[in-house]
């Protein structure tokens, strides 16, 4: 099963009873004898059957049932065990136990003879969801008494977690009446009657449900306790918990209809809504109003100023002329950084058939700022959940436009470079590997000279620390902010006399184009350093987090030169993209830096292939390095990049002529020479070449082959040093 996805099957006020509920789908003007009756038992049958079809079919298993209450209708009995056994019965095959059904009772579910806080009052919901081992709500009257209850379902990672609330504890509360028309209330039915007893039984009845108010509340003390049992809660390892409260009753009207009635609404509903904002949840599934809609809900916080958004999904049943959403499935998908639900109605059927569902809803769970026809904002304390959600606006609604990403890394932090843990890489390797990595290419681009500025002539570095053979610009910028905050504090990588032409015809610079340090007061005599950096096109699925890494190294050498915090890094893309998440080297392969960063690499390697075998730590090093070299060019060769990646060339000519010195008869060296060459001049040329899908697919064939031969002579000289 995909861990960074869960479906539900949501089912509300189903209404059943062992007796049968009528439910007239069809205008019967004319009875005739043999017609069945249409009963809702039937009709819910009817869609679990149908629904276990497609399930089926599709190969989809289910992490659960959510049940939002009135399993009963009018409080007839049965209507609870006849759920529960046909939630089994159809959906056992899908994963569905008892332990996975979360289930909270409904107005119709609590017997009205008895009051608030009565455990009499929940025996029929507690004898079949609590004895069985559903997870229920904390009940007011049960849970201070009885034995304990499952009050969640979390996943096995942590990255969601479902907690049922009772909002039905005051349903059909009787009211307190003053006196003396609570004594003469009494009375009135047979004062009324004049000796009827028919007419007395009814107006007891009227006058009693006159005395009662259908109320909806959420007692202090059940919030409490779920307060205490959501913190207890344990996440994800990474990013953030997913939280979906499960009640009967509307936070808000799903719809135009308007409801005339005492209490129609959770009396409490401000305190409801606070608990819901403090306790960060995401997604508020409810029934009650026989209504499909899915809005959200800003709640904001004390002052009325910070607001939390939360999804409100309120789930319709089926009735007569409303048969298109009777149940539903909620799939989360994108956790835990990039949730979003898919809603999908699962219409009642009629016999032989196939009525057509309506189109799923899909609600992304997590905000980006997009104004109209302006840019796209994203902003985060997490890198890993940063990442993911640049990396789906920059596919879809940012996609073109301009993106602006704020992260808010912890300034202590400051030992280690940022790098998202799903961030592709031709190879996996461990966390220090992926941090040494991640050094030496950042190093790399900071590098004020390089040997390859024929290949690549804006190489960060040269620009910032070197600008027009001169000026070393973060020298300065560190100048500036010692004596006071600037907005001076910028650094260009542009120079218009290099990379300008008149016409602006042949012209190849880089996309980071200019970046600024903001000197910051804290307070109590500390100051922080924000980074804003303008990037006229940036690719943010491989791109974006070399970037960050890059801004951060800057940062914290300007930070520790001050003595000031790490604070805010933002970056500006004029036009944001991203291509396919299949790990292309980002900058010049790892071959090619060696002779910029650690040409002694290129001799100790070479010293093993001759040699057949490593004598020392440097040597192995170096043939591990060889090892992702040739996965990087592999990875190149068989993704095809529009923009164009570069491909190694130097580092194997280099290699080749040192390994030439020592061929003399011996002709695997010999071969490995050749191609080493062969290579170097194939890439040559795809690089000086039209770089377009035909040419890539020919140099991608022979590139190949030479990868599996050079791999192959390889393993021959290193394996025939142990025989």
Not at 145 to 159: I, K, Q, T, Y
Not at 402 to 419: A, F, K, N, R
Not at 470 to 480: A, F, H, N, T, V
Not at 683 to 690: D, I, L, P, S, T
Request: net charge negative; proline share 5%; with cysteine.
């Amino acid at each position: 099963m995909d861990s960074t996805s869960a479906t539900f099957l949501h089912v509300t006020d189903a209404h059943i009873a062992y007796a049968g509920t009528v439910l007239e789908r069809d205008d019967r003007k004319n009875p005739v004898v043999g017609l069945p009756t249409q009963t809702r038992e039937a009709a819910l049958r009817q869609v679990f059957e149908r629904l276990a079809e497609r399930l089926k079919q599709g190969d989809r298993t289910l992490d659960g049932v959510i049940f939002s209450g009135d399993a009963q209708d009018r409080g007839r009995q049965g209507g609870h065990e006849l759920l529960l056994d046909l939630l089994l019965n159809y959906f056992g095959p899908f994963g569905i136990t008892e332990e996975r059904i979360v289930a909270t009772p409904g107005n119709h579910d609590v017997d009205r003879a008895y009051d608030p806080g009565v455990a009499e009052r929940y025996k029929d919901f507690c004898a079949t969801w609590r004895d069985r081992g559903c997870v229920v709500p904390w009940i007011d009257g049960v849970d201070e008494a009885g034995p304990p209850a499952r009050h969640s379902l979390v996943d096995a990672d942590g990255r969601w977690a479902i907690f049922p609330i009772n909002s039905s504890n005051w349903c059909h509360a009787a009211a307190v009446l003053p006196e003396p028309l609570a004594t003469v209330w009494s009375q009135l039915p047979y004062l009324a009657a004049g000796g009827n007893k028919q007419i007395e039984t009814d107006l007891q009845k009227q006058l009693d449900a006159l005395a009662r108010y259908d109320m909806a509340r959420i007692s202090e003390p059940q919030l409490e306790q779920v307060r205490k049992l959501v913190e207890a809660t344990p996440g994800p390892e990474h990013g953030q918990q997913l939280r979906i409260a499960v009640l009967h009753h509307h936070l808000r009207a799903p719809s135009l209809r308007e409801e005339i009635k005492a209490f129609a609404d959770i009396s409490n509903l401000e305190q409801v809504r606070g608990f819901l904002r403090d306790r960060a949840f995401d997604v508020v599934v409810h029934g009650h109003k026989h209504e499909h809609a899915a809005q959200f809900d800003h709640m904001y916080d004390h002052g009325g100023d910070n607001a939390r958004r939360v999804l409100v999904v309120s789930g319709a049943t089926f009735e007569a002329d409303r048969e298109s959403d009777a149940v539903r499935l909620l799939t989360f998908e994108g956790l835990p950084y990039t949730p979003s639900i898919r809603i999908e109605p699962i219409p009642l059927q009629r016999g032989g058939v196939d009525v057509p569902a309506k189109p799923a809803i899909t609600k992304r769970l997590w905000a980006s700022e997009t104004l109209t026809d302006g840019p796209t904002t994203v902003q985060g304390t997490d890198i890993d959940e940063v990442y993911e959600r640049v990396v789906e606006v920059a596919r879809l609604e940012a996609e073109g436009n301009t993106l602006v990403v704020h992260l808010d890394l912890p300034s202590h932090e400051t030992d280690s470079l940022p790098l998202p843990s799903s961030y592709p890489m031709a190879e996996p390797l461990e966390p220090g590997a992926r941090q040494e990595w991640l050094r030496e290419l950042v190093g790399w681009w900071q590098l004020s000279r390089s040997k390859l500025e024929q290949r690549m002539p804006f190489v960060h570095g040269t620009r910032l620390r070197r600008y027009g053979g001169k000026i070393d610009q973060i020298e300065r910028i560190k100048k500036l902010l010692r004596q006071k905050a600037s907005t001076r504090a910028l650094a260009v990588l542009v120079d218009p006399f290099r990379d300008f032409t008149a016409d602006g015809s042949g012209e190849e610079f880089a996309s980071f184009s200019l970046v600024e340090f903001k000197r910051r007061n804290l307070g109590n005599g500390r100051s922080s350093v924000e980074v804003i950096a303008f990037y006229r096109a940036q690719e943010f699925a491989r791109w974006w987090p070399i970037n960050v890494a890059e801004l951060r190294s800057l940062q914290v050498e300007v930070c520790r030169h001050l003595n000031f915090d790490a604070g805010r890094i933002t970056t500006i893309a004029a036009d944001a993209r991203t291509h396919s998440r299949s790990p292309t080297q980002v900058a010049m392969p790892i071959v090619d830096r060696w002779l910029d960063q650690a040409p002694e690499r290129l001799h100790a390697l070479a010293n093993a292939l001759v040699q057949r075998g490593a004598r020392n730590d440097k040597e192995r090093a170096a043939l591990e390095g060889w090892g992702r070299c040739l996965s990087e060019l592999e990875d190149v060769a068989k993704n095809y990049n529009p923009d164009g990646v570069p491909v190694a060339v130097e580092g194997l000519e280099v290699l080749a002529s040192y390994v030439q010195t020592s061929v003399e008869g011996d002709p695997a060296l010999t071969k490995l020479v050749r191609e080493l060459t062969r290579l170097a001049e194939d890439n040559r040329g795809f690089e000086h070449g039209v770089r377009d899908r035909s040419a890539f697919d020919t140099w991608s064939k022979r590139t190949l082959i030479s990868i599996t031969d050079l791999r192959e002579i390889t393993a021959q000289r290193i394996s025939s040093s142990t025989e």
